[in-house]
């Protein structure tokens, strides 16, 4: 794995040297098998690609805290195309932006209630059940992205963002329908005099005239009223165990016994917190009660299913540099989860993972800490901004759909931002002749 070098005195850098350099500046020397990179890059000025990078930042947090995708491929593109960053050091910034968002998010909804039973909007089973074999894929697909090449990781992309914001784009329309005929119901009760019209509604669409029933009333609490302690201890041991590891891992020399072993221990704790909650579940001493009926009778391949693909998102999140919100979102949504319920809990299964990825970018020197912190300020910001304007559009129109639709658009402008950086990348490298088959990972 790659390290960081305090500067030395055998190279010396003017300042006419670095000034207007944007990439990283790499000396290949060799340290007991470790390659030491020495990280340069100018002072942050503000200036039009600043004010533009700053635009397209704001919306695509905005967007992706309402999603539940985070925005990591809008950031990327960004950050390199406009800011003028490598991949190497856009991949550690768009972590700051996605955890910022995140964080912010999660802050927002844990305030706010389940649309339509009394518990919180946040679902903290599912996410014990998701997120630790979610942070295993991330290693491994970290591992995976060093030995894949990028036209590989490209044609991935692509295909895989075209089919969840297709799959998730008719979610919205079979939504809006769904909406638009309990909006004629309710207007046709109201009209008959007819109370309580929301009791039974799964849309939780509110009534014309403004009137509310006690439900809504809770819609918003204090935020110790909405966590479950021992669930969130649980998801806390697996992250701190998580860094630890990769700490320790990022030190050792890459392949070597140590290394895999440290990789190794990864597994045993993912699968034994996923193992634990599926049991529960199994068992009916844990319940997944954001979908209602649907989600309190699990059997056992449903588990394992759940499980693999917060695997898949892992891994596909890792080789992208981004938190897997693009396929756990629309997956929510396939199983019967309410809009809100998705995104608030795909973010912050999110959180814990990019979380992690910034402090071992942050340890290894990896970003300049004045842009990620201006680009963390600004995910964080707009991402709250997102959150509330959306609500607002959302409790005016009784259109919860709307959020599926955001989330499908994300993720197709992604793909197209993604995408269409991977294909010229690519391009380039045809044209230099360049080596496109897989890496070795342990050379």
């Not at 998801?235 to 290394?259: D, E, G, P, R």
Request: with cysteine.
């Amino acid at each position: 794995m790659f390290a960081s070098a305090e500067p030395s005195t055998e190279l010396d850098i003017t300042s006419n040297e670095v000034e207007n350099v944007y990439v990283l500046h790499v000396r290949n020397m060799l340290q007991k098998g470790i390659y030491v990179y020495r990280h340069v890059w100018p002072e942050m000025k503000f200036g039009w690609k600043i004010v533009v990078g700053t635009i397209i930042g704001f919306i695509g947090a905005a967007c992706g805290s309402v999603g539940g995708v985070g925005g990591g491929g809008i950031y990327v593109p960004m950050l390199t195309l406009i800011i003028g960053f490598d991949a190497k050091t856009s991949v550690p910034i768009s972590k700051c932006m996605i955890t910022g968002a995140a964080l912010s998010t999660v802050y927002y909804n844990l305030k706010r209630r389940h649309p339509t039973l009394d518990m919180p909007v946040i679902d903290y089973n599912l996410t014990l059940l998701i997120q630790p074999m979610l942070m295993l894929g991330i290693s491994i697909g970290v591992i995976l992205s060093e030995v894949f090449n990028d036209w590989m990781v490209t044609v991935l992309l692509i295909v895989l963002f075209l089919a969840t914001s297709t799959m998730s784009f008719f979610k919205g329309v079979e939504t809006w329908k769904k909406e638009s005929r309990l909006k004629k119901e309710v207007n046709c009760l109201e009209s008959n005099g007819e109370e309580d019209v929301l009791e039974d509604n799964p849309l939780a669409i509110e009534p014309s005239n403004g009137t509310s029933t006690q439900k809504q009333k809770r819609e918003m609490v204090p935020i110790l009223e909405n966590v479950y302690w021992k669930e969130l201890a649980i998801l806390v041991s697996v992250w701190v165990a998580y860094l630890v590891l990769q700490i320790f891992k990022n030190k050792m020399v890459t392949c070597s016994t140590t290394y895999w072993i440290l990789s190794s221990i990864q597994i045993p704790i993912s699968v034994g917190v996923t193992a634990y909650t599926s049991v529960g579940l199994y068992k009916g001493k844990k319940v997944i009660a954001s979908p209602g009926e649907k989600g309190t009778n699990w059997k056992v391949h449903q588990l394992i299913f759940y499980s693999a693909v917060g695997v898949f998102a892992g891994v596909v999140g890792g080789l992208l540099g981004m938190g897997g919100g693009f396929i756990l979102g629309p997956l929510f949504l396939q199983v019967g989860i309410p809009p809100q319920v998705s995104t608030a809990t795909a973010t912050f299964a999110m959180l814990f993972s990019s979380s992690m990825s910034v402090v071992e970018y942050y340890l290894l020197k990896r970003f300049p800490v004045p842009y990620a912190l201006y680009f963390f300020a600004v995910a964080t910001l707009s991402a709250l901004a997102g959150q509330h304007v959306v609500r607002k559009i959302i409790s005016i129109l009784g259109r919860v759909s709307l959020i599926i639709f955001i989330l499908s658009i994300t993720i197709f402008v992604s793909a197209i931002f993604l995408g269409g950086d991977g294909v010229a990348n690519m391009t380039r490298k045809i044209e230099h002749k360049q080596y496109l088959g897989f890496e070795k990972l342990c050379q």
